[in-house]
């Protein structure tokens, strides 16, 4: 669900006095582009040891072994986690052993290999199910990622429901992927948008998310943790206010399941939507997890072979969720695999992630606002403010493509530039684009502190222009 960060050489300015320099200027002090693998005696995130004094980071970057290596010269620190996450071997190894040893396709065959890989594909379900507290396997449906399962909320359960007149409450801060097919589906049904705008903490007013919704009210569509502002909304109680008027919410999950503990039978939220990539799973694959009297009330999404019970030269009749969303061969492989992030992630402890997370995001956010110029966008850390574990930023005068593209040419260091598919968020906060440092829980304060001393570096070449 993540944008595309923007490509050389676009070198577009913020402000007026925003200076840009162009790729040549780049290319006189590039450094080597070779691309060659850490020794495992070079590498500090390969030091072995269960120490407690050792950082959840350091434990487990052996795991990562992307990680271990080179680009353009320097040491990869990567920090754009919340664009796409890094795999760990053992879902490399899950995604080989499917192709490499029981190949088939799901659901249609009686023999082994296909017996195996259908046994393997339904408890992959079963535990991502177990991993959100879902109450029953069949209330996940597996997608191709995030954005198919919002879409497959709009189309299916939008277009039934919806009428003139009726509101669907959305926050600005919402990626496109929940902005869009709400679009879509308010043209053909004559439903009317509301957007709810930022406090002056820089976080959606949930105060003015209540007062909002009305009778009219038939959808709140929200994120739990926003992608730019790194903002968690009280989820629990926008879905309490909600259903006192009758209203569904739809979450988007995609940056918090990653990051904590996210209980959707505590939450109480009709749909949530996550996206395996961004959980140390593969790409081609998320889920959409539905509430049962919800999914069955709902018609299919796709037609095609696995989502009907019989087909007849005039009409079908329809499988029972989760198979009436999942039309034609589903991504066997990948689900499988995502089944393996799942207990990998389940193995180290959501809890512990989270804490750890919490503690790095803090300290990434003390060093970059220790840095001149620099504007982090959304609410400052507290002990009641727990942020996600990113910073979005501009400095001052400077483009954040010309930030991110000589962090990565000069330092090995990535980050993301662009707007993040939130472009009314950015143009809400006056700005067209923003960088973005994202950690995940192989990162370490190393990784910060080589990341500030690159970014100073990058500001005090980009002032010698001036």
């Known amino acids: 669900m993540e944008g595309v ?7 577009k300015s913020l402000a007026p006095n925003a200076i840009s320099i162009g790729h040549r200027s780049f290319s006189r002090i590039r450094r080597s582009s070779s691309l060659s693998v850490y020794s495992a ?3 500090s995130a390969t030091v072995a040891t269960n ?3 050792v950082s959840l980071g350091h434990r ?21 986690s919340a664009a796409t996450s890094q795999k760990p071997a053992v879902v490399l190894e899950a995604l080989q052993n499917y192709y490499e040893f029981y190949n088939s396709n799901v659901h249609r065959g009686i023999h082994y290999l296909s017996a195996k890989a259908t046994d393997e594909f339904e408890l992959a379900r079963k535990k991502v199910a177990r991993f959100i507290n879902a109450s029953d396997s069949k209330e996940i449906v597996f997608t191709r990622n ?13 277009l039934l429901n919806l009428k003139p007149g009726d509101e669907v409450i959305l926050t600005v801060a919402e990626h496109h992927s929940c902005i869009v097919p709400w679009q879509l589906v308010s043209e053909k049904t004559g439903a009317v948008l509301k957007y709810v705008m930022l406090n002056e903490d820089e976080v959606p007013d949930v105060d003015k998310l209540r007062e909002m919704i009305n009778p009219k009210t038939k959808l709140v569509a929200v994120h739990h943790v926003s992608n730019v502002l790194a903002s968690c909304l009280p989820i629990e109680e926008i879905v309490v206010c909600a259903h006192n008027v009758g209203a569904k919410v739809l979450v988007d999950a995609c940056q918090s399941v990653p990051h904590m503990v996210v209980d959707v039978q505590k939450l109480n939220a009709d749909f949530l939507v996550a996206s395996s990539h961004k959980m140390c799973g593969p ?10 009297d919800l999914l069955h009330s709902m018609p299919p999404f796709l037609g095609g072979g696995e989502m009907i019970s019989d087909v007849f030269l005039d009409h079908s009749t329809y499988a029972e969720p989760p198979s009436r969303f999942e039309a034609g061969t589903p991504a066997i492989g990948e689900a499988i695999a995502l089944g393996a992030a799942v207990d990998y992630l389940s193995e180290i402890g ?3 992630i989270h804490e750890y997370e919490v503690e790095l995001g803090k300290y990434l956010y003390e060093k970059l606002s220790s840095l001149p110029d620099v504007r982090i966008y959304g609410p400052r850390p507290s002990e009641s403010v727990h942020r996600g574990a990113l910073c979005s930023f501009n400095v001052e005068g400077l483009h954040p493509t010309d930030l991110a593209t000589f962090l990565d040419q000069q330092h090995g260091v990535a980050i993301r530039s662009g707007h993040h598919c939130a472009q009314p968020l950015h143009r809400y906060l006056g700005v067209n684009a923003s960088a973005r440092a994202s950690l995940y829980f192989y990162n370490t304060k190393e990784d910060v502190d080589s990341f500030i001393v690159a970014l100073a570096d990058t500001v005090s070449f980009f002032n010698s222009f001036k």
């Open 41 to 43: 005696a070079s590498s």
């Open 60 to 80: 487990v970057r052996k795991d990562f072994r992307i990680l271990h290596q080179e680009v353009n010269g320097s040491k990869l620190v990567y920090l754009d």
């Open 5 to 11: 960060a923007m490509k050389l050489p676009s070198f």
């Open 350 to 352: 959501m809890p512990k």
């Open 51 to 53: 120490s407690e004094s």
């Open 283 to 292: 790409t081609g694959i998320g889920f959409l997890y539905g509430k049962s």
């Open 146 to 158: 995030a954005t198919e399962a919002i879409n497959l909320v709009a189309y299916s359960w939008g």
